[in-house]
């Protein structure tokens, strides 16, 4: 909600500064605006909270937006999608003074504010709240039948059927189970398959290995679009399933 109030703010304040002449008041807050830009967040966009940074790759996140990555076997840079060691991640120090040091006008009351402590200032600020109850809504892009997702489940990360081993994502599911559970004759349900709309939580699997190698190819989240009819994805899941019979 707070990034799309952003982006909705941030292109008013564009149209104002178009229609005001050169030189006017509103030419000097492209500056300011612009080192509040970079000083944010890629994932939640907004001005870093408790900055860390990827030794690999050098990229700058908030500590608690990145933490989900890091709960990964091998957890990839969300901005590059470079590898990176979860034990070379330090907080950045450096970004810290530069927070404390520069100022950027609120992006409600127009107060100048240190980008360390504007987070809080937009948490409080009466101009704000008002402007985010003015915000538009969430509406689907195309037209759609289906209601707006509210519980999604996670689709990003699994837990071993076998072992309970938790946080592999596909890739490292398939080599997980290769590697540890080769010979494990237990017929168990497919985390993958359950997470999907059309899945069955209580279907197992009479040979899980061949399953995952058949099936789990490639990642839903990429290739499948959910917002199909579901009588489709699921004639679909079942055409797929008498193949594998």
């Not at 091998?74 to 970004?95: A, G, I």
């Not at 689709?155 to 010979?183: I, W, Y």
Request: with cysteine; proline share 9%.
């Amino acid at each position: 909600m707070m990034a799309m109030f952003r982006s909705f703010v941030s292109a008013s304040s564009q149209l104002r500064q178009q229609q005001q002449p050169n030189g006017g008041p509103g030419s000097l807050a492209a500056p300011a605006e612009s080192i509040e830009s970079q000083f944010s967040c890629p994932i939640c966009l907004e001005v870093y909270h408790k900055p860390v940074s990827i030794a690999s790759c050098a990229h700058t996140f908030c500590g608690e937006c990145l933490q989900p990555c890091l709960q990964v076997t091998s957890p990839l840079c969300p901005l590059c999608r470079v590898p990176f060691d979860p034990k070379k991640v330090e907080r950045s120090s450096s970004v810290e003074k530069q927070l404390a040091s520069y100022k950027a006008p609120c992006r409600g009351c127009n107060k100048k504010v240190a980008l360390v402590k504007m987070r809080s200032h937009i948490a409080s600020c009466s101009k704000v709240q008002e402007q985010m109850a003015n915000c538009p809504k969430f509406v689907p892009v195309v037209p759609t039948s289906q209601p707006i997702p509210s519980n999604i489940p996670n689709r990003s990360t699994f837990v071993c059927p076998f072992c309970g081993a938790r946080n592999l994502d596909q890739q490292e599911l398939v080599k997980h189970c290769m590697e540890n559970h080769r010979n494990d004759p237990n017929k168990v349900v497919c985390p993958v398959c359950s997470a999907m709309p059309w899945g069955d939580p209580s279907y197992k699997s009479s040979n899980f290995l061949q399953h995952l190698l058949h099936r789990h190819k490639f990642s839903y989240d990429t290739f499948v679009d959910y917002s199909i009819d579901e009588e489709a994805a699921l004639q679909a899941a079942l055409a797929l399933s008498l193949t594998e019979n």
